[in-house]
């Protein structure tokens, strides 16, 4: 179904503000797809936070324009389908990537990161990155290792000196101080 100029232009104006507040990009083709793969893919993107579109790649390119994806633009040939991560950066890459394990027709081509444009197999980097809860508790270890490390130091040396206390025949022959 052909679109008129005034849904064209609504489609450009929705992509763009996406492609605004979007952290990553992937573009991937999907011709041989089917409606069940496309309906699973749709819902679990919903679930993960990625905004998927199949749209013209005229339309998409305009819709880039002024954005940080603005870099894919010749790279926009043939069937695409448009997944933008809105909540964190590795979301497209592991939704891409896991529906193109199950359907070899689903081939990533262009990966875009902060203004840059990747090749297709980056697909797999952009997928490894930690999602948020991951990276806040690699965040947490990291602060908590120092405190942890000088507990555990405190705890040797007082257990070197025999858990902490002196001795009763130490303190019994120690000197009186006057």
Do not use: W
């Amino acid at each position: 179904m052909a679109l008129n100029l005034s849904q064209k232009q609504e489609v450009v104006a929705e992509l763009a503000d996406v492609a605004a507040k979007a952290h990553s990009l992937v573009a991937a083709e999907y011709a041989g797809t089917t409606v069940e793969q496309m309906t699973a893919m749709r819902k679990k993107a919903r679930e993960s936070g990625v905004y998927l579109k199949v749209v013209k790649n005229t339309l998409a390119a305009r819709a880039v324009e002024g954005t940080e994806y603005e870099c894919v633009k010749d790279k926009l040939v043939g069937p695409l389908l448009y997944a933008f991560s809105t909540e964190e950066p590795g979301a497209a890459g592991r939704l891409i990537k896991e529906f193109a394990k199950g359907n070899e027709k689903l081939q990533p081509k262009v990966v875009s990161v902060g203004g840059e444009l990747y090749p297709a197999g980056h697909v797999d980097v952009l997928a490894a990155l930690p999602t948020r809860d991951q990276a806040l508790a690699m965040l947490a270890r990291v602060l908590i290792e120092p405190a942890a490390m000088f507990a555990r130091a405190v705890k040797a040396v007082a257990d070197k000196q025999g858990g902490g206390e002196a001795p009763a025949e130490a303190v019994a022959e120690a000197p009186a101080e006057a």
